[in-house]
């Protein structure tokens, strides 16, 4: 039977790995981890970017994977400590919270992958916990999370262009008033659809010939082996359901709220209630900044997902030139975590509400001061209007 092997370059490697191609007849390679080795036996590889450039991009990019890493995972940690409290409770802020915890655990599964490789190294090929980590929580659970998080971010786009498009109807759509059954819906069937992911290769256990260890391999399912066509099918399936659906109806549902949203200026601007405007801006800060972050998520999710597409439709193109793939994969990881710390800068920057509400959380005394001033000013106000008004009177 045909063996899946693959070596640790460095502690430097990515993991982000979606798809599992076969290299040869013989062996079965994971794309993220795999050792630059020669694809055509003595002839030399004719591709693009070339081992020995891959090697130098994984290594000097680690250094920018690693702090983005951490920033993901707090950012990412601060968004679910925020969207969770009760001041935030809403039918954006339950999306919202959704979005964060995939995000935060995609992160989580990506750090644990690196990790574990990181402390076995040379020898995570054969250990077990590596192994499972790898396959099973990185290239099937993770890849789940990662597609959900789409899905969710374009659901949350349709909740917005609903408020908007709809502002007293909204609560009728079962979108708007089932969020936390709907999130669940999605996170269930993006898992359960990729269970294909996990049924390619199983676990095998031997015994090494030189230490009588025991020792630890993947090796490809009798049904992949003999019929690849159906786990194909549904690869190019998962992508078109779980990534190019939600990512463009982000688009569309973005363009519609951004349409909306200048018809209904003049309108807004015509309200003289005071606590009306005031409600209607905070909703149009929410609105936009929905629209920042998720149109920012979609442009950053396009490198590795093209990637993986064109590797899917063209596989001669893939093995001819890697290595390039490879690349394309990193830089595509890099994005993803760019987008997870965008996230949270943008709603920290254009979310009062946000900022409010985290100020309140990680900086109790600064909150404090500032509810504060407020009411002092508040007061002031009050006792002019009262003054002009007595004025106005005599």
Known sequence: MASFNFSVTSPLFDTSTE?????????LCPEETTRPTDQQGSAPYQGFVTP????????KSGYFIYPLTFLAFLFCGFGVIVYSTKQMRSPTSIYLLAVNLTELANVVINMATETTGFIYGDRASDSLIYI??????NAYLGTSVRRTTFWLSSLLSAERCIAVCYPLKSKCFKLVRYP???AISVTISSVLFHVFVALKLFLYQYQSKDSNATLWKLLPTESFVTDRAPYDAMSIASKV??????LLGCLIFN???????????????SMTGSVGIKSNNNDSKTTITVLASTFVLV?????SNITSFIGNVDADLQAKELYSFLVFRRIG???ELISNCVGFICYMTLSARFRKTFIGIFCPCRSKKSSINESSCQSSASRETGLSTISEEG
């Open 299 to 303: 442009i950053m999710a396009l490198p």
């Open 132 to 137: 499972v980590i790898f396959y099973y929580f």
């Open 180 to 182: 936390v059954v709907t």
């Open 19 to 27: 798809e599992w191609n076969s290299t040869n007849s013989a062996t």
């Open 241 to 246: 359901l779980f990534v190019v659906l939600p």
């Open 255 to 269: 363009f519609i709220t951004v349409v909306a949203l200048r018809i209904h200026t003049k309108t807004r601007a």
């Open 333 to 335: 990881r890099l994005c």
């Open 52 to 59: 020995e450039a891959y090697l130098s991009f994984i290594e």
